[in-house]
């Protein structure tokens, strides 16, 4: 495993989650920033969250990719026996389930920190709410062990990066409480 290759990619997955606790903890200055901006969609601050989410999962599939093509020898086929990957499939739409249904309960308002925004969001104790405390952040990191699992299981670099992001994302969900 290349420790260059996981510096470089612990250091680009930590600007989403750098980012998304610095507008958590100081919504104002988030707010201030995008009254500044010249573009139309980024005056509001969770149209704007919107699209940083979209640029941070841009760049994380970008880092993930990349990850599987290096440690892959210029591949980005699957490695995984069937086992494996009927597992990961699993873990994916799982985690993927958690996702929309967060998305479904809060709609963009909600999930883009609406209510650290001025913006009257109710609180939800339905599922996923119901069972987790932080569904969104369990759904992307079951994604995350379920990606790396099909494409680079049983390979020794295949927990690398699922362990790095559920770090992130642990560290995240603990700032935000």
């Known amino acids: ?14 600007v989403e989650r750098v980012a998304y606790i610095a507008i ?24 704007a969250l919107t699209w940083l989410f979209i640029g941070f999962k841009v760049v ?22 069937s086992t494996a990957i009927v597992v990961g499939a699993s873990l ?3 985690g993927q389930l958690l996702n929309a249904s967060v998305f479904y309960q809060l709609g963009s308002t909600g999930v883009f920190y609406g209510n650290r925004f001025g913006h009257d969001v109710r609180w939800c104790r339905r599922f996923p709410f119901s069972h ?14 379920g990606f790396f699992l099909i494409m680079r299981f049983p390979n020794p670099d295949w927990v690398a990066l699922p362990l790095l992001e559920t ?6 969900a603990t700032l935000e409480d």
């Open 1 to 14: 495993m290349s420790v260059g290759l996981l510096v470089t990619a612990a250091g680009l997955l930590s």
């Open 132 to 145: 987790l405390r932080h569904p969104q952040y369990v759904g992307t990191v079951l994604s995350i062990w």
């Open 92 to 94: 994916l739409a799982l």
């Open 60 to 81: 994380q599939v970008a880092v993930f990719l990349a990850w599987c093509y290096v440690h892959g020898a210029g591949s980005i086929m699957p490695t995984a026996p």
């Open 167 to 172: 770090v992130y994302y642990a560290i995240s």
């Open 24 to 47: 958590w903890r100081d919504p104002r200055r988030f707010t201030k920033a995008c009254a500044r901006s010249t573009w139309p969609r980024w005056q509001d601050p969770v149209s």
